[in-house]
C-alpha cells in the first residue's frame, strides 16, 4: 500500500462560477451547489504532485509499439482534429513524450507542446525531435490569436484551475480555431459506484461472518504518491457548459480514444459510439468535446 498524498491546499469558492456554497462528498472532493462541478477539496499543492509523480513515470509501453501511436493519435485523434482543421498551428497541452505532436508534425502541422515532466520532454525531445515548453500553459507566453488549434488530451482534469486554463486558450486561439479536450468521464465512474455499492453490501454481510475480512472499495479514493492526481471530475454535460461559458460553439461530444486498441477493446468502443449517435448518452470511460471560438 502507497503512502497518501497530502492535501493541504482548502478551495473555498467554486473555479468555474466563483460560488462559495459547496458541497462536501467522501474523500476530499466537493461539488459546487452553483454550477455542479465536481473537484478534489482539500486538494495536495502542485509542488507536491510534481514531486510525487517524480521520475517514477514510464512512456515506454506507448513507445514500444508504433501502432498505438499510428492507430490512437494518428488515425483517432488527429483523425478528429483534421476534420475541422487539416493544417496549420496547433498546441497540445501537456504534451507528455510527444506522441500527438509527432502525428501532427508528420501530416504537415507546425507543431507547439507544453509540459510539466521533464523525463516526458527528453523523451519527446530524444524520440521525435519535439522541443516543449517546461511548464504551465498560462506560463508558456504564447502571443494572441496565434493557433488554429488547441489540444487537451487527459490534461483538463489535472490542471489547478480550469478557468485560467479556458482564458488562456480563449486568447492564444485564433477567431474559429478548434479546442480539443478529452477527460476520464465521470458518469461512467458513477455506474461503476453503483456496482461497487452493490458489491460493498455483498462484501459488508460476508464481513458479518467470523473471521473474515473483505476490502471495501469506494469511489474518489484518496490520492496515493507516485498514484495520478485528478483534481476535476468532468461530465460530458459539465464540459459543454465551460465550452459554451467561454464563448465556444461545440462541434461534437462523443467518447475518447484513450484505450489500448486490443480486438475486445475495439468492439466495446464501436458499440459505445453507436449507443452515443442515437441516444446521445456516453456509456465510456472517457469523455471528449469539440468546440469552435466564436
Ligand atoms: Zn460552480
Known amino acids: ?77 488527429l483523425g478528429l482534429v483534421m476534420k475541422y482543421k487539416a493544417t496549420g498551428r496547433i498546441l497540445d497541452v501537456g504534451a507528455g513524450p510527444g506522441l500527438f505532436l509527432s502525428v501532427a508534425e508528420e501530416e504537415g502541422f507546425d507543431v507547439y507542446g507544453t509540459e510539466m515532466s521533464t523525463l516526458a520532454i527528453r523523451t519527446a525531445e530524444t524520440r521525435f525531435g519535439l522541443q516543449l515548453f517546461c511548464g504551465q500553459l498560462e506560463d508558456a507566453g504564447f502571443p494572441d490569436s496565434f493557433f488554429d488549434v488547441v489540444t487537451l488530451w487527459h490534461v483538463f482534469e489535472h490542471v489547478p484551475s480550469p478557468s485560467n486554463v479556458m482564458s488562456e486558450v480563449r486568447r492564444i486561439l485564433r477567431n474559429n480555431g478548434i479546442l480539443v479536450i478529452e477527460v476520464p468521464n465521470d458518469n461512467f465512474f458513477r455506474w461503476e459506484q453503483i456496482k461497487r455499492v452493490l458489491k460493498n453490501q455483498v462484501k459488508y454481510l460476508l464481513n458479518m461472518l467470523p473471521n473474515r475480512n473483505f476490502q471495501i472499495q469506494k469511489r474518489y479514493t484518496p490520492f496515493r504518491l507516485g498514484g495520478e492526481v485528478h483534481l476535476s471530475y468532468f461530465t460530458p454535460k459539465m464540459l459543454r457548459m465551460i465550452l459554451e461559458s467561454n464563448q465556444f460553439c461545440v462541434k461534437e461530444q462523443s467518447i475518447g480514444y484513450r484505450a489500448k486498441p486490443t480486438r475486445a477493446i475495439r468492439l466495446a468502443r464501436g458499440i459505445n459510439l453507436d449507443i452515443n449517435r442515437l441516444t446521445r448518452h456516453n456509456l465510456a470511460s472517457t469523455c471528449l468535446i469539440i468546440g469552435r471560438k466564436v
Open 1 to 77: 500500500m502507497r503512502l497518501l498524498l497530502e492535501c493541504n491546499e482548502d478551495i473555498s469558492a467554486c473555479d468555474l462560477c466563483g460560488s462559495d456554497k459547496l458541497t462536501a462528498k467522501h474523500n476530499n472532493v466537493a461539488r459546487c451547489q452553483g454550477c455542479g462541478y465536481v473537484f478534489a477539496n482539500p486538494r495536495p499543492s502542485q509542488e507536491a504532485i510534481a514531486r510525487s509523480y517524480g521520475e517514477s513515470h514510464s512512456y515506454d509501453y506507448w513507445l514500444q509499439d508504433d501502432r498505438i501511436r499510428r492507430e490512437i493519435y494518428g488515425t483517432g485523434r
